[in-house]
């Protein structure tokens, strides 16, 4: 994934971030919605990143196992 979207790492890090954010308080509710947005985003980034890799493995070990 590239096309200027986070690494995985990066995405992981706003995201506890945005949580740290929005368990602490002290936004607007505008403030609090466009973060809840983005934390939903970058949700979706990651769980990506992980389907990915957990595909890659899946075909790893399935060529293991063919061997």
Known sequence: MSNGEPTYEEARDELVQIV????????????SLALWQRGE????????YLEGAR????????????S
């Open 20 to 31: 740290t954010k929005l368990e602490a308080g002290g936004t607007t509710l505008e403030e």
């Open 41 to 48: 985003e970058l949700a979706a980034l990651c769980e990506r």
């Open 55 to 66: 595909s890659k493995l899946d075909a790893l070990t399935s060529n293991d196992d063919s």
